[in-house]
């Protein structure tokens, strides 16, 4: 590798061509964000002043919006609705996901086809519907309003379906003719087999919570139970925009998405492992 | 231990019926091979037995209570698969422990128990590992240390050696029949590999299409199978099976003759005298040297497929030189040219 002719071969054409439009297409994806902290670190005076690095750097904003109680209020909303509603979806995506796959009863395709359905109509079209069966119910302006409607996915059970799929019947017989329970065998034997497609789940589930608005906009009617984006969201309807105050608090809410991906990423590339090693 | 009894078995899916009746009686401590081609229904009448997969018709009983609806944890039998069943995620000594799920022991008494299993099987070095890093040979042994903690009454294996190499393949067939020494438990074992029949039943049953079509030990089978499609399956090389007119001087192969008649290619011998009963003669197709004897490939006039002999391990003839072979009387399977049904030996 030390041989300089050797390395200018390797990087053909092709190469650097692919390599210029990803990095282009990376650049212009971070750029908003990168624009977001830079915001942030801006006094307000400054906000306009459209430079990436800030003239004038200070931590003020995020003071302020740390010792704001509304902002932590939202943020612990946004935390516990988004938890809550991913090891829901885990839980009953997989249970459903395992039972289509691994049995066979009358209905069954049936079923299958009523779940997949409900992945081709848009949101939009079910939050009518939803704010409805909210109103009727006494759910509008609750947790349980704002969390329901996520707490089973469509995606999430056909996902989940396919992974197990590919979990051998010989795995789960084994346990049958062991004693286990039918629970048994998919909490202990089929979920532990399916690790890669939980944590896929687990974080397409979290962001997807953590960052809805439309919805949580419309259920939500007191600020004490706004979300994240719904507050931050209402920073920009007060009298003057504090755009500083929204991009503080836009780049506080990454950090949760952060270490969800972070941690669960690994899963992903262990579960990979262990699902390669049967043979 | 126990008696397991198989009566009038009927298995369908749908409308499809594909096991058509069996009966089957295996005694205490006994090990039978199903034996037969993929398709055959071997599979599904172990998972029968194992209570995997529901009856459609007749009874088993398993020592003297008839199991029909008894569900699989409650048969006390143990089960080996073909991909081993060992699960990734956990250490040996928790796969094998998986056995004792249902069991009573105290976790120090199941501790012990998994100790002395692992132990039997040399596997006490990986118990706290995992299995990532077993060969497929142990991998196979986890999965019959986790069968045999319980204790069972009987031990189900389904093709358990398939996805091993031939050497360990063979090694594990003598590990099995040691341990069936050893514990004495009863064993039904499925093969598709007549080897593992011969090397290791006490008694082959042979199956084909659903249905039994004979059972009996290696050698009762070997020497007397009953049709066509057994003479051919149980030995290897299979056995020569052609049409043959008899003369003055025994059989001779003859594609418009009235007689259909086996011939095992280590009893037609290449240059042989004495007393015959068939003779054959043609040019050399193939010669495989094996070592202690030379298998011949030659084909008689007007065959379509060629006749397989043995010759002598330094006596081997040339591709394309004419041979002669012989049987010695006794040595002919004859059979219905239309039924295939075994009519004797000769
Ligand atoms: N779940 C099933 N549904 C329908 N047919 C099946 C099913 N399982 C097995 N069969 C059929 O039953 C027959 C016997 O299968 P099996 O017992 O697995 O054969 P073997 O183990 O001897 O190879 C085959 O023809 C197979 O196609
Ligand atoms: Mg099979």
New interface residues.
Partial sequence: MSDGSHWMHRVSPGATLRWTVLFIGGLIMITPLLYMFSSSLKPGADIYDLRLIPARATLDNYRAVLSDGRFMRWFLNSTFIATCVTLSTLFFDSLVGYTLAKFRFRGRQLVFIAILSTLMIPTEMLVIPWYLLSAQLGWIDSYWGIMFPGMMTGFGTFLMKQFFETV?D??L????????SEFAIWWR?AM??V?PALSALAIFAFLGNWTAFFWPLIVTTSQELYTLPIGLSSFAVEAAIKWEMIMTGAALATIPTLIVFLVLQRYIVRGVM??G??? | MARIQISDLIKRYGKAEVIHGIDLDIADGEFVVLVGPSGCGKSTTLRMI???EDISGGTIRIGDRVVNDMP??NRN???V?????I????SLRKNIG??L??SPLSAAEKDRKVDEVAALLGLTPYLDRR??ALSGGQRQRV?IG?AMV?DPQAFLFDEPLS?LDAQLRAQMRIEIKELHNRLGTTIVYVTHDQVEAMTMADRIVVMKDGHILQTGTPMEIYDRPQDVFTARFIGTPSMNIFRASEGADGFAPDPAGTALIGIRPQELRVAADGPTSLTAAGPVTVVETLGPETLVHFRPEGMDDALIATAPAHDIPHVGAQVTARAAPGALHLFDPKTEVALGRR
Wanted: hydrophobic fraction near 45%; avoid cysteine; charged fraction near 15%.
């Fill in positions: 051998p010989d795995f017989e084994a346990a049958r003719i062991d004693g286990l034997v532990p087999l690790t262990l699902a090693l049967k043979g | 194992a209570g995997l699989p944890k039998i143990a089960m698969f073909q991909n081993y069943a699960y990734p995620h956990l998986f056995g799920h249902t299995p990532a999965a986790r319980r996805n």
